[in-house]
């Protein structure tokens, strides 16, 4: 079984300062990670994936994500945090064994920018 | 193009009734997931379907859950004599699927159900 853990449910950061967002994972098989992104009622949005390509990953908005199988982490950073980023982030797990990617998510890190 | 639409956006209902939550994915996606966000469990996945058959249905919490959906478009999520820890937000979401690579989930805006 796969699971997903994000350390810290509220991080909160000064604008334009670094945005540090951590999550490790458990998965038996090569994993798919994302990070998704949910403003207040809203959906979600993908803001990056990592499928076994490079293990660098630059997304939407200025984030990007290294996937270190060693530390079997994936967090997400940005350089410079601005109001506009604040929002909940979802790390997730894909399954996917054949056809279902069905994903496995971690609790959710609120992130809140000061001015 | 379209998104990916939920209806209703909100649903306020009384302990013990039915309800039912719509879907309607993005055009061509074959597949299409439904999750439940609640405050005490986080996002948790439900069913998944591959055009009309569902051929996973773990995440479903109880057989007072069921959902269908029909022309490999349209799904139906169907809860009966709901309970007051059924209140969530209940997201949909769709997708192509690829043999060969990931294929992006895009989801809806989500149900917010409350239940008295």
């Known amino acids: 079984a796969q699971s997903v853990t994000q350390l810290g449910s509220h991080v909160s950061v000064s604008e334009g300062a670094l945005v540090l967002l951590r999550c490790n994972y458990s998965?038996?098989?090569?994993?798919?990670l994302f990070w998704y992104v949910q403003y207040p009622n809203q959906g979600l949005q993908l803001l990056l994936k990592y499928t076994s390509a490079a293990t660098l990953v630059k997304g939407i908005n200025g984030f990007e994500a290294e996937f270190k199988k060693s530390e079997t982490s994936f967090h997400l950073t940005k350089p410079s945090a601005h109001m506009s980023d604040a929002a909940e982030y979802f790390c997730a797990v894909s399954d996917h064994g054949g056809s279902n990617y069905k994903l496995t998510f971690g609790k959710g890190t609120l992130l809140t920018v000061n001015p | 193009g379209a998104g990916v639409s939920q209806s209703p956006s909100n649903k306020v209902t009384e302990k013990g009734k039915d309800v039912e939550l719509r879907c309607d994915p993005i055009s061509g996606h074959t597949a299409l997931y439904w999750y439940r966000q609640s405050l005490g469990q986080g996002l948790e996945f439900l069913i998944y379907f591959q055009g009309n058959s569902a051929p996973d249905k773990s995440g479903l919490p109880s057989d007072r859950f069921s959902a269908e959906r029909t022309g490999g478009s349209v799904s139906t999520l169907t809860i009966q004599r709901t309970q007051q820890e059924d209140s969530a937000v209940y997201l949909c979401a769709s997708s192509l699927v690829g043999w060969d690579s990931y294929n992006e989930q895009f989801f809806g805006p989500g149900t917010r159900l409350t239940v008295l």
């Open positions: 998965s038996s098989v090569p994993p798919y």
